[in-house]
């Protein structure tokens, strides 16, 4: 009601009272079966074949599925649900991830189940922004040519992966959320066991180490000093754990190398008990480390007034910032060098130029590398020792470290076809040729590997060579039964709004043996009642003429809900992977009605000459009129050759038979209409729930449904020359009771009249007789 206060004209908009009631669709095809790859027991929407063979792949050997879903396309098919099923001996493929010391910390199982997810392949580098806190896991399905060479698909990569569990990119939780390939183990107990591992591994006070060497205090108040000129004080960015980035300010003039871990704590304090260290500088890096494990420490540049720069502190300055979590993660693929321990010691003994290693750099021809050391302990996290504040050699430094180490790389990778070699932050890493794949032809290292340094070994063989992980123990199980379709359908029912027609492809195993569907299509009848759908089954007699099809018709019938299903026979005859094959009609018939319904309507029938089925080579069984004859009052639809190419020639439910007592719903098209109608009113009256339970209500009721059946009778839905003929929707007090209004019952009755197909088309022809002149 619209409040006045002034004089004035107000405007007040009311609605209009009207509901409108949409019809929903008509074809959306539900298929439930055997397929290679795809996940287990989760119906996925598809808009073509296409869409199916990026999820579920154009593989044959488990069945009809992809034959059918193929047809159901060609024909005319626009959307469908596939819900792939198996015995309970399918498996998803794993592979367990390693840190340095061995323990398992990241387990990956394959999204599908299935001997196809053995082709997944996974693989580490620490080629990322912070190469001693983060790594990059790339993950890929490799198959094999006629020639023995990797092809790789489905490629993805998650960059920039931790293992702190309340980080941001947490390896398992980023992986479980973007791979369209893998996830992290589904199996509790292995994922707490590499949990605990992770924590087990994050022992480290995290630090941050300068790319320069100092050899005193007064060595880095040289260094401030040249840094910013003139100006009293130099800056740099600082974050430590879950602490905001914070700006450093250092005196150039009267400097302590106590006042950078001070203003840094001094900072600190209003944000995190953390608080950093910095020991003191003798010829080593300066450093920055926290004093508790699990809080990493970043230092990037100050838009004003720099020195992280002139220090080298951050990774962007070429200095080293190791996380608390690094010894956490899995190792890098392939054969990389480390940085810790022996390792180290050995890398600057390379890089040095010196003795064995020298001559067998010139072996490999690498060119003239500029001289400079490496400083040995300072650079890494502990592999055994704690040596991480050792540092008593004079004149050690980190710069141009990276372009040496390029040098070597660009030689290495010109020895051999068989590897190539990279720069990942300060580590030279060797990857066997076809570097993304794992087995076959260069996936390993052979004895033409280098072994740079002679004495001096840099490459510790962390991972074997390997450049990727396989995954492995995937299974395809063997042909569902009863309980693994019952499954399918309860994750229709909770996953899938509305589907209107369903298949069940015949599946096979790998023995070759085909499901048996004769004990599925009473379950499959009754969901299909129950979701007001239409089921599509196929015979599977055991002599493929019309006499072993009615042999077979009293088992079908059998306990099944014979109005909400119907049959085609014979199989028709396709093209699949450039073999000709006999499969069922089920698919192709889906997609007829489909096409069927968007030409001409849902009450038309899936049959006549109109209905010619594609993409097919024929029929597999030839009929005459006389065979068609047998079995169309049994309610078996035929599949028939004409000239003009291969139809449907029938239109019956399984409860069309003669004298079968249904006169209703005798024919497909009345059934689905009928179904049209009952969901189009179900969810278009939904508006009423919950109303005041009297006339207003019901006369809404009447005008909804109304101008929908009257939408459909304008459309030549309806058998009648007028719509009073044709249909009526009745809601009023005789349809409701008072005692239904107190029940909350609102009670609507509507009536139509159906278009049954012209099934038999009877010609009387009269001769004339020759006329009498009387």
Known sequence: ??????????????????????????????????????????????????????????????????????????????????????????????????????????????????????????????????????????????????????????????????????GPRFAPIVIDQQSQLVRHTTDPAVAATNLANVNAAATLNAFSVSAALFADEAAVEAAVTAAIGGAASGRFRIKVGDAPWLTVELDSAGFAFADIAGRINAMLATHTPVQVTTPTPANSPLRIEADTPGHDVLIERSPQ???????????????????SFAAARPVPSSLVSVLDGAGAGDLAALLALGGAAKASLDNVGVATVRPFTVAQADIAYPAAAGNLNQGTNTGLSLRNIRENLQAIANALSAESDDWRAEVHGHRLVLIPAFGDSSSGVGAAFTSQTPNLG?????????????????LGGGSDGGVPAAPDYDAAYRQLDEKVDLFNLLVLPKSTDDTGDPSIRSTLWGAASAFCQKKRAFLIADLEPAQQTPDG?????????????????????????????????????????????????????????????????????????????????????????????????????????????????????????????????EESLVRGLRFAIFEPNDEPLWAQIRLAGGAFMNGLFRKGAFAGRTSREAYFVKADAETTTPQDQALGVVNVLVGFAPLRPAEFIVITLQQLAGQVQV
């Open 1 to 166: 009601m619209v409040q006045v206060s002034y004089p004035g004209v107000y405007i007040q908009e009311i609605p209009s009272g009207f509901r409108a009631i949409s019809g929903v669709s008509t074809s959306i095809a539900a298929f439930v079966g055997m397929a290679k790859r795809g996940p287990l027991r989760e119906p996925i929407r598809v808009l073509g074949f296409k869409d199916y063979e990026r999820v579920f792949s154009a593989d044959t050997s488990q069945g009809e599925m992809t034959d059918q879903v193929r047809q159901f396309f060609i024909n005319g098919g626009e959307q469908a649900f596939v819900v792939r099923i198996a015995d309970a001996a399918a498996q998803e493929a794993t592979a367990d991830l390693r840190n340095e010391s061995g323990s398992i910390v990241l387990t990956l199982e394959s999204r599908d189940a299935g001997l196809d997810a053995n082709q997944i392949r996974a693989r580490v580098d620490y080629n990322t922004a912070s190469p001693e806190r983060t790594f990059n896991l790339t993950v890929f399905r490799e198959t094999f040519g006629a020639d023995g060479r990797p092809m790789i698909s489905a490629l993805e990569t998650h960059k920039d992966l931790g293992m702190d569990p309340d």
């Open 454 to 470: 002679g004495a001096n070994q840099i490459f510790d063989g962390i991972t074997g060579g390997r450049a990727a992980v396989a």
């Open 305 to 323: 007034l720099d020195i992280a720069q002139a220090l080298g502190l951050g990774v962007a300055q070429g200095g080293i910032e190791v996380g």
């Open 549 to 677: 099809v009615l042999q077979s018709l009293q088992d079908l019938r059998t306990g099944v809900v014979k109005d909400h299903m119907a049959v085609w026979w014979p199989q028709v005859t396709v093209s699949s992977n450039g073999t000709r094959k006999n499969i069922d009609p089920s698919g192709s018939i889906a997609g007829l009605m489909s096409r069927i319904d968007g030409s001409r309507g849902v009450w038309k029938a899936p049959a006549g000459l109109e209905a010619d089925i594609r993409g097919v080579l024929g029929a597999r069984v030839p009929m005459s009129d006389e065979q068609n004859g047998l079995i169309n009052p049994e309610a078996i639809n035929a599949v028939r050759a004409f000239p003009a190419g291969v139809v449907s020639w029938g239109a019956r439910t399984l409860d069309g038979f003669d004298n079968s007592g249904n006169t209703d719903y005798r024919y497909v098209p009345v059934r689905r209409f009928a179904l049209f109608i």
